[in-house]
C-alpha cells in the first residue's frame, strides 16, 4: 500500500515527446555555432601543428593579439562604427522603398505591369556594373556608397514581399469584400499578416547583402571603414589585420541573421513549422 501510495503522489515523468522537443529546443539554440565552433577548431590544430603557413593564414591567436591592438589604438571601434553606419543607412533605404513598391506593385494593376516588370529587368543586371554609372550621377562620397548597399538591399526584400503578397489566400480577400473592409483595415487585418513572413524573410537576406555590398563599396576610394582598414593592411602585407577584417565581417553577418530570426520567431511565434 506504501507503495502504491508514493507512486501515486510521485510527479509524472516527462513524456518522451516533450523531452524530445525541450532536447531540440536546446540544440536549435546552440546547434547554429556547431559549425563556426569546428572551423575554429580545425583552423587551431592546422596552425598549431605547423600545417599552415602563416604568410598564408594566421593563426587565431595571432589574431587575436592584432585585434586588441587595434582596439587599444582605436582604429576598430572607429571604423566599425562608420561600417555599421553605411549598412544601417542602406538597409533602411532599400527596405524602405522595396517595401512600398511591392505593396504598390501587389496591389494595383497598373503598378504590377508597370514596377515588377522593370524589377525584374533590373535583377538581370550585375549590380557590379552599374557601379561605374553611379560613380558618374552620385560622385565617390557617401552617396556612392549608401545607394550601392541600399540597391543591393532592395531586390531580396522586394522579391519575398511580392511573392507573400501573391499568395495570399483569396478566400481571405472575399471575405474582406463581404464584409466591406474600408481600405486602411483591409491593410491592417489582411495584407499585414499575410506578408509579415515575406517581409522578415526579405530582411533576412536584405542584411546578409548589405553587409556583402559593403565589402564591395568600402574598396571605392573609402577613407574609413573596416573595408579601409583591409586595403591599407594589404598594401603593408599586415596578414593579421586583414583576417581581423574578414573576422569582424563575418561576425557582422552572423549576428545581424541572428538577430532578425530571432525577431522572426517572437513576431511569429503563431506559426509553428519544422526546425523553428
Known amino acids: 500500500m506504501a507503495t502504491l501510495s508514493a507512486l501515486a503522489t510521485a510527479p509524472p515523468a516527462i513524456r518522451p515527446a516533450a523531452r524530445n522537443r ?7 539554440r546552440f546547434g547554429i555555432l556547431l559549425g563556426p565552433g569546428l572551423l575554429l577548431l580545425y583552423w587551431s590544430v592546422l596552425s598549431f601543428n605547423g ?3 602563416p604568410r598564408v593564414l594566421p593563426a587565431p591567436w595571432t589574431a587575436v593579439e592584432a585585434a586588441i591592438e587595434l582596439i587599444r589604438d582605436g582604429r576598430l571601434q572607429s571604423n566599425l562604427a562608420v561600417s555599421a553606419g553605411r549598412a544601417l543607412a542602406g ?4 527596405s524602405s522603398v522595396a517595401l512600398a513598391l511591392a505593396l504598390l506593385s501587389g496591389l494595383t494593376v497598373l503598378g504590377g505591369y508597370v514596377i515588377d516588370g522593370l524589377v525584374q529587368m ?4 550585375p549590380i557590379l556594373a552599374l557601379i561605374p554609372f553611379m560613380v558618374l550621377w552620385l560622385g565617390i562620397g557617401e552617396g556612392l556608397k549608401i545607394s550601392v548597399i ?4 532592395f531586390f531580396p526584400m522586394y522579391i519575398q514581399v511580392h511573392t507573400a503578397l501573391r499568395a495570399i489566400d483569396l478566400r481571405f480577400v472575399e471575405l474582406a469584400e463581404t464584409l466591406r473592409l474600408s481600405r486602411w483595415k483591409f491593410l491592417v487585418r489582411i495584407v499585414l499578416p499575410g506578408t509579415l513572413p515575406g517581409v522578415l524573410t526579405g530582411l533576412r537576406f536584405g542584411t546578409t547583402a548589405a553587409w556583402l555590398a559593403l565589402v564591395v563599396v568600402e574598396q571605392l576610394n573609402a577613407t574609413s ?4 582598414m583591409v586595403t591599407l593592411a594589404r598594401d603593408y602585407a599586415q596578414t593579421d589585420v586583414m583576417l581581423v577584417g574578414l573576422v569582424v565581417y563575418a561576425i557582422l553577418g552572423f549576428g545581424s541573421d541572428l538577430i532578425v530570426r530571432a525577431l522572426e ?12
Open 22 to 28: 525541450f532536447l531540440a529546443h536546446r540544440a536549435a
Open 265 to 276: 520567431r517572437h513576431v511569429l511565434r503563431w506559426r509553428r513549422s519544422f526546425g523553428r
Open 150 to 153: 541600399a540597391i543591393a538591399v
Open 122 to 125: 533590373k535583377r538581370g543586371i
Open 91 to 94: 538597409l533602411a533605404l532599400g
Open 225 to 228: 571603414g573596416i573595408g579601409y
Open 51 to 53: 600545417w599552415l603557413d
